[in-house]
């Protein structure tokens, strides 16, 4: 008799809830139209890539201006042949870098003259001499060995410290700090300038 109480008891307490739940079932059609946060609903506000629900006052398909989040029409970018549209913006002119200066030509250099006037002496790696040989102070007229007439010691850098070419037949030698104008058939030392390296 117990058990028939408290089973009787139990399906009173059970009995409003259940009959709740059978009035909103997941598949109600009412159901369907209180929850628009359903997937599969087109009107769904928040949802990525779907409108919100039009009807604002400019008519179907405009939004409403009053509506947070929504911003009136503008003026849009520029169209051509549309009235009311800004002209585009001039575009700032592109820099060009400047164009290279072409050399100053100078006429080749000519023996026994010596510095000229807007010579610049330039800094380089240490000489290095060869085996047996060290610094020799060399003046015009002097005979260099064969061994400094070769690729390893001539200088073609002569531009950059403003000497002009040197004339044909001839060559611009480094021998330690100085540069030398040698001859190079005859081996002559024909110009010198002290102290164009450092």
């Known amino acids: ?61 405009r939004p409403n201006p009053g509506q947070p989040g929504v911003r009136p029409p503008g003026p849009g970018p520029s169209q051509p042949g549309r009235p009311g549209t800004r002209p585009p913006a001039p575009r700032p002119p592109v820099a060009r870098p400047p164009a290279p200066r072409p050399p100053i030509a100078r006429p080749p250099h000519r023996p026994g003259i010596g510095r000229p006037p807007n010579f610049r002496p330039i800094h380089r790696p240490p000489f290095s001499y060869p085996r047996g040989y060290r610094y020799q102070r060399w003046s015009i007229g002097g005979l260099l060995p064969l061994i400094f007439l070769s690729n390893n010691y001539y200088y073609d850098g002569w531009y950059d410290m403003g000497l002009g070419a040197p004339p044909p037949g001839y060559r611009w030698v480094r ?24």
């Open 175 to 198: 021998y330690g700090p100085d540069l030398l104008l040698v001859n190079v058939r005859t081996r002559r030392v024909v110009d010198v300038i002290y102290g164009a390296f450092y």
């Open 1 to 61: 008799m117990k058990k028939l109480t408290s089973l009787a008891a139990l399906a009173i307490l059970l009995a409003p809830p259940l009959a709740e739940a059978q009035q909103q079932r997941p598949g109600d059609r009412g159901d369907r139209q209180d929850r628009p946060d359903r997937p599969g609903r087109p009107d769904r506000p928040g949802q990525p890539g779907q409108r919100p629900p039009s009807g604002g006052p400019g008519g179907p398909g």
